[in-house]
């Protein structure tokens, strides 16, 4: 599977964004999804995961009641809703899969071209 973050962009403290993580080449229904990010000079980071069927999430204590990740395998589609931004949400947002079980910072299968999410304050 091929995996494709968009919708990045720059924005003020405060504001919300929507990204999508668009999978080609198999059928997202198989696979954990998540979302990591990695800003300049630092690891990279888990932010949220969601099991196959949408049914669990999980989200890093950071983003807790801000973001919002969901899922529709019709359209093979992962999303992050994303509210309540600041500064320091800018990174380079990812989406990563796995096979049996949800992505972590360090244990995916898959990981796709990031999308770089700015906050300004």
């Known amino acids: 599977v091929q995996l494709q973050a968009y919708g990045g962009g720059l924005l003020q403290a405060g504001g919300s964004l929507r990204l999508s993580c668009l999978a080609s080449g198999r059928t997202l229904s198989s696979y954990g999804m998540g979302w990591l990010r990695q800003a300049p000079g630092k690891e990279r980071e888990f932010v949220a995961a969601?099991?196959?069927?949408?049914?669990?999430?999980v989200y890093a204590d950071s983003v807790k009641g801000r973001f919002t990740i969901s899922r529709d395998n019709a359209k093979n589609t992962v999303y992050l809703q994303m509210s309540s931004l600041k500064p320091e949400d800018t990174a380079v947002y990812f989406c990563?899969?796995?096979?049996?079980?949800?992505?972590?910072?360090?244990?995916?299968?898959?990981w796709g071209q990031g999308t770089q999410v700015t906050v300004s304050s």
């Open positions: 990563a899969a796995r096979s049996g079980g949800l992505p972590t910072a360090t244990v995916f299968d898959k």
């Open positions: 969601i099991n196959w069927s949408g049914s669990n999430t």
